[in-house]
């Protein structure tokens, strides 16, 4: 009896202590890709922490029960329990498979395009490859990054903004596609703080979907080992409010517009310097040739006079 009553007392705290692990406040969550992880974990966790202290306790109590049995007696068949932990086991399964299946079905845990690979392709990006997944939200933002050794290339197709490395700047509480691809090798993108985490192939697309809460940076790496460099494959994740991020898109373009005119007045400089320098030298040897001919006449004649001053 007294063996009995410490058993219980043993599992009763051990269950206190799950229930008190459990009960934990969450600490809020920085995408809806991460809630869906650590939402997953905490149903795994409700099921495997009953099961372990049951189990634990049955193993602690039958080691002190029979420690000093010295002809232990072998185990009778009993049907009805091995009956009972079959059906247990099989509703376990059935439970870690679906809620399982629930996240990992999920575009933004699978991947937007093993989730929905019929849905119709992007257009305007930098590579013509396959893969690559339209977004089905009316406000959702497009950005393509191509991975090279040993850098990150940014690009946004929708608003014909490209050329940034190693940083990519995303808008909160709205859905992002990331269209993640490689042009000479095996990388990965992987942000860790935004569970997020995609292999980048060569030749082909594979799109990343998420909606990020929390404003702020987020380190950025290549979680595939890619060549001597790979550890400074680094880059970060910039999270703007929405405002702050559409400015931020309008300031590239006005950029990218000015340099663009710049290139097209100084070519336009070039040509007008390259004219004048043509017609300078094109008139220079003008004169010269007039010049010359010139003195040639005149020497010419002057030899004449000459000759017929002789003469006579």
Not at 122 to 135: C, F, K, R, W
Not at 145 to 164: D, I, L, R, T
Not at 195 to 204: H, N, T, V, Y
Request: charged content about 20%.
């Amino acid at each position: 009896m007294r063996v009995t009553r410490r058993w219980l007392g043993a599992s009763g705290g051990l269950a206190l202590l799950a229930l008190a692990v459990l009960a934990e406040p969450v600490a809020a969550q920085t995408s809806v890709n991460e809630e869906l992880i650590f939402g997953l974990n905490r149903k795994l966790l409700y099921v495997a922490i009953p099961i372990t202290v049951l189990v634990e306790g049955i193993l602690f109590y039958t080691v002190y029960k029979y420690r000093n049995n010295d002809d232990p007696s072998p185990t009778q068949e009993n049907r009805r329990l091995e009956i009972t932990w079959t059906v247990a086991t099989a509703i376990i399964l059935l439970f870690v498979g679906l809620a399982s299946y629930q996240v990992l079905g999920s575009a933004f845990i699978g991947g937007a395009t093993a989730a929905n690979p019929g849905d119709a392709e992007v257009t305007n990006l930098s590579e013509d490859y396959d893969g690559a997944q339209a977004p089905s939200e009316a406000d959702a933002v497009e950005v393509e990054v191509v991975a090279a050794k040993y850098f990150w290339e940014v690009n946004y197709p929708q608003e014909n903004v490209s050329g940034e490395q190693d940083t990519v700047v995303i808008p909160a509480d709205r859905p992002v596609y990331i269209h993640v691809t490689s042009t000479d090798w095996l990388h990965a993108f992987h942000a860790p703080d935004l569970g997020l985490k995609q292999d980048a192939f060569p030749g082909e697309y594979n799109t990343i979907k998420t909606e990020v809460y929390e404003p702020g940076t987020y380190q950025l790496y290549c979680a595939e080992y890619c060549g001597v460099g790979h550890s400074q494959m680094l880059g970060t994740i910039e999270v703007l409010p929405g405002d702050e991020y559409d400015q931020w898109i309008e300031d590239q373009r006005s950029s990218g517009e000015a340099g663009g005119n710049e290139t097209a007045g100084n070519e336009t400089a070039n040509a007008t310097a390259g004219n004048e320098t043509a017609n300078a030298t094109a008139n220079g040897t003008a004169g010269n040739e007039t010049t010359n001919a010139t003195a040639n006449a005149t020497a010419n004649g002057t030899d004449a006079n000459a000759t017929a001053n002789g003469t006579s």
